[in-house]
């Protein structure tokens, strides 16, 4: 069974960086389209990025966090990565793993395994 773990929040000041991270089990990580989400106090739950699950690993990002975020998967550790620099206040949600046998699907924002989410907090 698939399964996924995401790890990393905190609180960061505005301006500064943190990596999340998403450990995939039950599936190896690159089989699958996966992607990061996230969900502010109050708003909508929105796609950050998400990864292809073909073999080009072709990588999406919203223009929120385009030049900003970068997103990366390691097959020897299962793992998946939000690498987010240049935080802003406006970052600050729950941020969610998510995979889906689809690309299309995961880019439509309706992927069928989630993690639980971690916090991200900026200060500014």
């Known amino acids: 069974q698939l399964q996924l773990v995401e790890s990393g929040g905190g609180l960061v000041e505005s301006g500064g960086s943190l990596r999340l991270s998403c450990t995939v089990s039950?599936?190896?990580?690159?089989?699958?389209?996966m992607g990061w989400f996230r969900q502010a106090p109050g708003k909508e739950r929105e796609r950050v990025s998400c990864?292809?699950?073909?073999?080009?690993?072709?990588?999406y990002y919203e223009d929120s966090v385009r030049g900003r975020f970068t997103v990366s998967r390691d097959k020897a550790e299962n793992t998946m990565y939000l690498l987010m620099n240049s935080v802003k206040a406006e970052d600050t949600a729950v941020y969610y793993c998510?995979?889906?046998?689809?690309?299309?699907?995961?880019?439509?924002?309706?992927?069928?395994?989630w993690g639980q989410g971690t916090q991200v907090t900026v200060s500014s």
């Open positions: 990864i292809s699950s073909s073999g080009d690993g072709k990588v």
């Open positions: 998510a995979a889906d046998h689809s690309t299309a699907t995961m880019k439509s924002g309706n992927p069928e395994y």
């Open positions: 039950g599936v190896t990580v690159d089989r699958y389209a």
